[in-house]
Every structure is written in C-alpha cells, then in structure tokens.
C-alpha cells in the first residue's frame, strides 16, 4: 500500500491535502475532477474520502471517483472513515430496503476492491470482513478513547459502561459492561425513527467515575438515556465518549446537563474531536 498512489477529496483537508477537486453544477449535480486519473492507470490507488456530512452527494461523487478509476483498471482502496446508512442493515418492515447492503453492494461494483473504515456499525468487531460484495477492514478507535479518558480522569480508576449492546465489543474486553437498549416499534406516519422504550442494565458505579463509550452519538438519545441511569445510580464523575459524534438536533447541549464531558474522534469533523484517527490513516499510506 506504500507505493500506492494517493487521493485525497477535499473533505478530508482537516486531515490531509486534498488533491481531487469536487464541486457542484448550478442545478446541484455533483462534478469530480482527479487530475492525476492518468497516472492511475493500472496502479494501486487509495481513495480518502469522507461519506459524512451529506452522505447522499458523498457517496455520489465516491461512485464517480471509483467509476473513473475502473476505467483506468486501478486497484483502488476506499478509506472513508464513517460508513452511512450502516445502522439500515436489517429490514423491519415489509418492502423495506436494507440500506446498509445497498450502499456496500454499490461501492463494490463501482470498483473499490477493499473499503477501510472505523468502528462499522453493523460488524461489531475489528478486521478484515465481507459483507455483501464489499471487502471490508473495520478498525477500532475503541483503546484509544479509552486511552484519553485516562487523562481525564487523572489516571483514577474508572468504569466503562456502554450504553447498548452494539458497544458490547467496545467494552466487554477492557472489563467494562453494556447496558441494553430496547427501541419501540415504528410509529404510524412516522416510519423514520423508532423511540427508545427501555434501556437499561446491571452495573456498581455508586461513587465511581464513569465513562459512557458508545460507537456513535446520533440524535443524543441514547446517550442521555443512560446517563440518567447512571446519575440514578450514584455515579460520580460521568464522561461521554463516541468514536463518530454526529451531535444531531443540539444534543450536545442536552448531554453536557448530565455529563462532565464529552469526547469523540474525528472520522466526522465536529466540535468535540480529541482523539484523531491521522496516525491510523497514515499507516494506510496517506
Ligand atoms: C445503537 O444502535 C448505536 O450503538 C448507538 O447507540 C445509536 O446509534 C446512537 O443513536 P442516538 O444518538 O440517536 O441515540
């Protein structure tokens, strides 16, 4: 992968320099320019590019980057940090498109013959993997979070707590505990969204300081949920922490009322990024 020729799309210049152009024709059609695309020609290529913010015209102009690179017979690797639609990998509905499959199976045919990405939301554990026709390696960002609530918590003993069973894999191996989240059916004329109905667990953090490790912070629901289970139980110090803070709808305002912190890394750009994915990005021959 060393040797493989990069590129960058403009949003991931907070971390990189871009050297792929993207922008927009008047009625908001996407337009990709790649102006090394000739040097691609039969090589090894990685791809960064984010699919986060405004995921519908990411992952349009990803599909456009990865046609163009078929055409020159590359062997193109996607790193994009924040996989959307990942959380649609079931159906519940009749009739209901399993997203998640839908968006993998594009991006394979496109031509992207291994696509890396972090903490999946659907496999729940590091590695290489296939799901649908994607070739998938999935990296954890998981010990280091951890790593930097140890600076917060002054080196100081502190519980890990989940606060779903998908962050079972993020905190069972470091001796920490998940609690379970049960959602609500979908509601009548409000098929996009199903309510959270319990969520909750056994744990002993009366008196201990805590830290809240989920994989994403979306709408704050859940994160919210479980900090008043976990102020209920006597918790003392609380620190929230997600590997991809979305921070929808001013949640973090909501968070910060039950919470002493809250920390994220950056696959998304956000206000709360303190742990950076770079090194591992690097590694990956950026
Ligand atoms: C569960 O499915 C995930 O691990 C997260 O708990 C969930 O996606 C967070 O979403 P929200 O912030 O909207 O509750």
Do not use: W
Not at 199 to 209: H, P, T
């Amino acid at each position: 992968m060393s040797k493989a020729i990069k590129l960058v799309s403009p949003n991931f210049s907070d971390l990189l320099t871009p050297n792929i152009e993207i922008g927009k024709f008047p009625d908001g059609d996407s337009h990709v320019r790649i102006p090394q695309l000739a040097e691609c020609r039969g090589k090894e290529v990685i791809v960064f590019h984010r699919l986060y913010p405004k995921q519908n015209t990411a992952l349009v102009a990803l599909l456009l980057i990865l046609d163009s690179l078929k055409q020159e017979k590359a062997k193109v690797t996607v790193a994009a940090p924040y996989l959307p639609y990942a959380r649609q990998d079931k159906k519940k509905l009749d009739g209901e498109v399993a997203s998640a499959h839908t968006v993998c199976n594009l991006i394979a045919r496109a031509g992207c013959k291994k696509f890396v990405t972090f903490d999946c939301h659907f496999l729940n554990q590091e590695g290489l993997t296939t799901f649908g026709e994607l070739s998938i390696e999935n990296i954890s960002m998981g010990h280091d979070l951890i790593e930097y609530a140890k600076t917060i918590f002054g080196d100081g003993p502190f519980e890990i707590i989940g606060p779903d069973a998908g962050a079972n894999y993020l905190v069972e191996k470091r001796g920490g505990k998940a609690m379970k989240k049960v959602r609500k059916e979908y509601e009548d004329g409000r098929i996009d969204y199903r309510h959270i109905e319990t969520l909750d667990g056994e744990f002993e953090v009366k008196g201990k300081n805590v830290l809240l490790l989920d994989d994403m912070i979306s709408t704050g629901n859940t994160m919210i949920r479980a900090l008043e289970k976990l102020a209920e139980a006597g918790a003392k110090r609380i620190c929230c922490a997600a590997i991809h803070g979305l921070f929808l709808y001013n949640c973090l305002d909501k968070i910060r009322k039950f919470s002493d912190c809250i920390f994220a890394t950056d696959t998304i750009e956000n206000s709360q990024a303190a742990v950076s994915i770079k090194d591992k990005l690097l590694a990956l021959g950026a």
